[in-house]
């Protein structure tokens, strides 16, 4: 069972709702960039996922929130295959991703994680690792371009042993930005964040998502940030897909 | 073979007992000592020095009977030994599918690799009293080598776990995310056997030198080939690293290139993965 992105006000689900259906009929042509079908993890007889199936358009912010250990972070990490869901899979322009080398998938499917993991070395060194990685070399330029977007021209040259936090997080994102992905995946990259640099970093996300017309899922503990980046929302409890629909509707949906 | 075994067992056997009873005595006072200082070892010095003079009387009664014997039992001897090691360095990686082959190959592969090179050249005899004893000191620094290249290894992928996933993410191959872990990893276990070959002659007189100036041999010579066997030793350890650590970063990932080894969990999603494909 999916759920269109474009699905307008009713298109909201609950576990209470079960068994789960989308109210607002799916448009016939809708252009499906990323669908999960029937996902599911289960890892020493835990679920950590289980039958998830949504699907998201280019252009479109989709928030996933829910309680700890919802299974939010699990679910993220299946779509760029950093772990293998036990069954279901997921399409990626109607293609299987499982018949797209780990690789190249993971360059389509960019993921900035809720801490910045940068490698030691200058900001310039992380920017030029993916497309290092398939043997394309960034030019300075391209480097600085990058920076520029993320709001630190001029700094490709700096350790990044010195860097706060929200920098960090800014050039974890240019980093994965510089692989020019189709869908971006945010693991709670505000989360340790102060609020200033959380203002910060929300506009460039939605700034580069309107730009570059990608599809972004990002995972909150945050609902009014949800609420400030997301046009839908999915809900996540004990693994399953408890609701999705319009940010506003489903989090004010009791 | 009776009768050199009945050979073997003279007089200096019984002085040798004598005096292990006398090293024994003074390891018992130590551990004493430790136990005075809230540091218990009883139990496992007990053991341990149980299962040494056990095992070193038994390899002296096995030297004796085969002292004069084919170059096959020699080899088979050693191969026995490099189960044992293998065996014994496997214990490091417990819960990882596959560690007892990993280990044994790696250290069939260092200690072969040196030990045929030296029957090759000449600097080893081929016969049971030369090829055994030397074989076993290179097979035994092979193990340490495997054993501390191994849980390096594996610390440092548990310890960087982010920067590997990070790297995966941004579409690297699993074999760079953990290349400086895996350098990292066989200079750690080569570093003993480097600070073994600088302090030689100047900390310590290795035991075949002693041994063969004892016997009479040339003191130079036996100093000459005390080097060639420590420098055996650190080529046998080199090469028993790297394999054991290129061994492990293929089973660190699986085939859809995830990090398998990152926790309890993922080493049981590796399995769930495998099935899934």
Known sequence: ?254 | MLAELQNSIGDDVLTGLAQAGGAIALCAAVVALCRWQSVHVEREAVVSMARGLVQMVLVGLVLALLLHGRLLIGCLILFMMAIAAAITAAQRLKGMAGALPLCFWSIAAGAGTVIAAMLATRSLRPDISMLVPVGSMIIANAMNACAQAIERLRAEILAHVGQIEAGLSLGAEPAVTVAPYLQSAVYASLLPRLDMMKSLGLVWIPGVMAGMVVSGISPVYAGIYQFIIVAMILAASGITGLVATVLMRSRAFSAAAQLTIRSAETMASSRASGQAR
């Open chain 1, 1 to 254: 069972m999916t759920t269109r992105p474009n699905g307008v006000a009713n298109d909201i689900r609950t576990v209470a709702d079960a068994p789960q259906v989308a109210i607002e009929p799916e448009p016939a042509a809708a252009i499906t960039d990323l669908e999960t079908r029937h996902l599911s993890r289960k890892v020493a007889g835990r679920v950590l996922v289980q039958d998830v199936s949504v699907q998201v358009l280019a252009g479109e912010i989709l928030a996933i929130v829910g309680p700890s250990g919802a299974g939010k972070s699990s679910f993220l990490r299946l779509l760029n295959r950093l772990d293998e869901p036990t069954s279901g899979t997921v399409l990626l322009k109607s293609q299987d991703y499982r018949s797209i080398t780990p690789r190249e998938l993971r360059r389509r499917v960019g993921m900035v994680m809720q801490t910045a993991y940068l490698f030691p070395g200058t900001i310039a060194a992380n920017i030029a690792f993916g497309p290092y990685q398939c043997g394309k070399m960034l030019a300075p330029a391209q480097i600085e371009g990058l920076l520029e977007r993320v709001g630190l021209p001029g700094l490709a040259d700096r350790d990044v042993s010195n860097l706060s936090g929200g920098e960090a997080q800014r050039v974890a994102l240019a980093r994965t930005l510089a692989n020019e992905p189709e869908v971006l995946l945010l693991d709670e990259p505000t989360s340790a964040l102060d609020e200033a640099s959380v203002s910060g970093i929300e506009k460039l996300i939605l700034g580069i998502v309107r730009e570059r017309r990608m599809m972004c899922l990002i995972v909150t503990h945050n609902r009014t940030q949800a609420e400030r980046l997301a046009g839908r929302t999915m809900v996540m409890q004990a693994g399953r897909l408890a609701a999705i629909g319009p940010t506003e509707q489903v989090l004010h949906a009791g």
